[in-house]
């Protein structure tokens, strides 16, 4: 009898502890979805930062080859360095 006793002790101590090993599991993967969740959305931020920087520079890079033409477009005046200036200087 004591035999039996101790067997179905020995038996729900390792089907607790199983269960408890089971519920340890869960919230690792849990926690760990959690962690790749988050890695994925700075990771999607992160792109879509990178895309918006490559259309300004695009556009920074437009804007300078405009100005360069307007400049080679533009007639060239240049005024004197001295002016004429009333008394002969």
Known sequence: ???K???LA???AAFASSIALHI?????INE???TFETLSQIELKRTSLMVLQQQVLQNVV???ENGKKQE???PDFKLPDKLDT???K
């Open 24 to 28: 340890w599991e869960i919230k690792k």
């Open 72 to 74: 080679l477009e533009k």
């Open 86 to 88: 009333p008394g002969g």
């Open 32 to 34: 760990f979805s959690k």
């Open 1 to 3: 009898m004591k035999k």
């Open 10 to 12: 020995v038996i729900i």
């Open 5 to 7: 006793i101790i067997i």
């Open 62 to 64: 437009r804007e300078v």
